[in-house]
């Protein structure tokens, strides 16, 4: 039974990930990340598609090291736009979109006065699944919080596809409010066409009060946070 | 405002009509609050400014560092809060506050300084229209206005049901919402407390929202005044 299930499941899942994010762009979300001083700051921009704090994760883009961003969107409407960077407060914003025009925003971010209470990234990694004959691969992430207070913002971001994705926590967690589990939060995708390139991935977490680890990229491995002085 | 307190008082004495029994309930209260506007305003700020757990130094002023940014908060209010499914929906400006409050600072009864907070908020939007689910320099989301109208809905029904026998919405509407100058209290604990029939109301439910938001409809477009609306303060003093 539990066999199953996991059989329908998986391909329902690899279903949802597989599908491209961009596709005769029209309404464009761009803007610049800076910090309080006004300098500019590179890092991760990930939107939600819909109401904010929805949890249904859309696209997202890189901020370059100019702390410019640019999102091509399929439609208008409203998103969730989810600002990250290094040492810093993240920034959630609600925002609407016109079709066929572009948005621009200006983002602010804070430093974290402390990194004590961040959740914390563990370890980083890429598993063929065999059975499968590679045509799907495991990406996981050990995640742990001082506080125990994570939430469903477990992040991962293919830099490639510009698809961002909520990571399945260890046990299903039905109350998005509820504190999540640390462990082993994972995501299957679709490498029947092309092996995962770790180099296009890049991880983050929020927990429920907004500490943030930073942003991990390749080589995926954590290194100690610091305070932004 | 001693004074004032006293005159609220005998004109409740005084008055027959539904709307003085119930602006005269407002003014009764007053005895243990009023004449700590300031100084619940003052406590806002410290909340807003400091956080109480000393090992989460994250306020709310961290992140919400900019003082034009929030003054249109308090008029915009009741709103629909955006939160994971399926938390989302109408709030007071309280109700929203106490959610913020619980959250971050990790607070088992967020009540009292959320309180605290919103009247901070509310002394800030002083003078700013009363704006229901529009805040300014935000975009408008037409799922949340269409929300806002079902709550308003939801709110005409509930008062018909509960309050219509005795207060006329129409003379009522035009005095609620916010804080009562009297009493610096907040509408939504006064309300709770006030059931001369039926269960209470609880002062964080969909159902006191929805209340608000029918009343406070009546209001769009006046300005946020600190500590009520202009006709309490008018008879408070």
Known sequence: MRRRAWVVTVPIWIGLVAVPVVSDARSVITGTVRSQAGQPLAGLVLLEKGEIHNNVWHGGALVDA???????????????????????????????????????????????????????????????????????????????????????????????????YAMRPPRPVRDLKANFPQGVYQLEIDTSRAPANPRDWYFVVADHQCNTTDILSFPHEPKPPRVVQ | MRLARSRGGSALARSSRPA?????????????????????????????SRSPALDQPVACATCHHDPDAIRGWAGSFPKVRPMPPPYTRVMTLLQATAEAVERHYALRDARLPAVAISAFL????????????????????????????????????????????????????????????????????????????GPPIPWNSLAMADLLAYLLGHRVGEPVTAGGPPEVQEVSR
């Open chain 1, 66 to 164: 100019t702390g410019r961003f640019r999102i091509e969107l399929q439609a208008g409407g409203p998103y969730g736009v989810h600002v990250y960077a290094s040492g810093y407060i993240y920034a959630p914003q609600a925002v609407r979109v016109e079709s066929d025009k572009t948005l621009e925003l200006s983002v602010t971010l804070v430093p974290e006065p402390t990194r004590a209470n961040d959740p914390t990234i563990k370890r980083a990694g890429f598993f063929p699944w065999e059975a499968r004959q590679g045509k799907v691969t495991f990406v996981k992430l050990d995640v742990g919080d001082p506080n125990d207070d994570l939430g469903p913002q477990v992040m991962a971001f293919n830099a490639a596809t510009g698809q961002a």
């Open chain 2, 20 to 48: 003085g029994v119930l602006l005269g309930a407002l003014l009764s209260v007053s005895a243990a609050w009023a004449g700590d506007w300031e100084t619940l305003v003052a406590d806002g700020e410290r909340w807003w």
């Open chain 2, 122 to 197: 509310a002394a800030r939007g002083v003078g700013l229209p009363i704006t229901p689910g529009v805040t300014p320099d935000q975009p408008i989301f037409p799922t949340r206005m269409r929300a806002l109208a079902e709550s308003v809905e939801r709110g005409r029904r509930l008062y018909a049901r509960r309050c219509g026998a005795c207060h006329a919405a129409a003379t009522i509407a035009p005095r609620a919402g916010g804080f009562l100058r009297a009493t610096a209290e907040p509408m939504e604990l006064f309300l709770e407390g006030h059931r001369p029939a």
